[in-house]
């Protein structure tokens, strides 16, 4: 077995710094490789460009004991896994979104240069199926000199494997240490290769399978949690129309043995519940009919809510005669796609925020112990203390149960509750 020397990760984000920092930790020579001179920067400075508990003090100790550097273009390593985004190209509405795998693309003509016989190329980006061999197909392209799996089987100069992430922001570190693994090769030998690289540091178990079973592995994961949202989600406006409290319905139906209903919210975000199901439905728009039909429903979440916010303003002009709208504030708790954490991708909250906003002719105010500053996209919003906003606002719009907000209750205004905890 040709051991690894010297790992490279392409794309210091959510999931790339932390897997680069868990190899360096383990004393392997890691170079890490990210298209931000900021995130470079800060990594080498001992520092993290994201939150994630734990992190900070493993990035540190990796880069002052010279196991991880970070660069903005690729050197030869012995294995390179590649954690890029792969986000949606826009679409009309009604449309299903077709999957952007330009940084997939990107990646693979970076590290093409620096191949060399012996080299073990892993996807780890969430990607619809048949992309490992798109991959290896790019990387054949560029590199006539070399074999790849596709054509040279076992035999191939460079091994090629898909090992999907599957972690919990908040609690990334724990997680890729004790999860089990998918692994899938395009050979037995690349699946083999890839089961010893990632044994360096994972304790669950690696599973072999092959790159497409792999790739969809992943999406099914997330289509299946996605479907059940939906669920509570369809639910939760079903019962606000014949007025049952559907908080306290979910908690008598889960008191049968066989019966785990999720919790509603004010739709679905994050990197990975909100994207991989269309993945599935680009793939095979025919057949994915619960999981396109779950996906419209999850998406429909944030107008539902909206209207909830219209009619709540409309609530209280009639009963304050005497104020406009212009003199209305609305307070709007949480904007993470998730509790507890930092991360604004694919938000509902978010989204919702940016809709009052648009919508209100009065004050809009935020607030997100999470975070220090509003992304841009959020014009005309202010981002507040919980103090401020639970004394001054008119309309108490609760998005994420932060932890904050489930110890306290805003003392006055109207309230409307995405998530059942007032």
Known sequence: MM??????????????LPTAAMFASRKKKVIGVDVSQYAVDTINQGKIHIVEP?????????????????????????????????????????????????????????????????????????????TTEQMAAWLAEARTDLTFPQTAGENADVNVAHCPERVLPGHVVRELVANDRVIGGMSSRCSERSVELYKTFVQGECVITNARTAEMAKLTENSSRDVQIAFANELSIICDKLDINVWELIALANRHPRVNILQPGPGVGGHCIAVDPWFIVSKTPEEAQIIHTARKVNDGKPDWVIEKVKLAIADFLQTNPEKTAREVTIA?????????????????????????AAMHCGRVIAVEPNIDRLPTKLKGVELVDWDIASTEADIQLLLVDHKEFKVNKPNSGQFIDTKGIW
């Open 332 to 356: 709007c708790y949480g904007l993470a796609f998730k509790p507890d954490i930092d991360d604004l991708r694919e938000s509902p909250a978010l989204e919702i925020t940016k809709k009052v």
């Open 3 to 16: 051991s690894f020397e010297t790992v490279s990760v392409i794309g210091l984000g959510y999931i790339g």
């Open 54 to 130: 734990e992190l900070d003090m493993i990035v540190s100790a990796a880069v002052n004991e010279g196991y991880l550097k970070a660069v903005t273009t690729p050197e030869p390593a012995d294995a390179f896994l590649i954690a890029v985004p792969t986000p949606f190209l826009p679409c009309e509405d009604g449309e299903v979104p077709a999957p952007d795998l330009s940084y997939i693309e990107a990646a693979s003509k970076a590290i093409a240069p620096v191949l060399k016989k012996g080299d073990l190329v892993i996807l780890e980006s969430t990607s619809p199926v048949g």
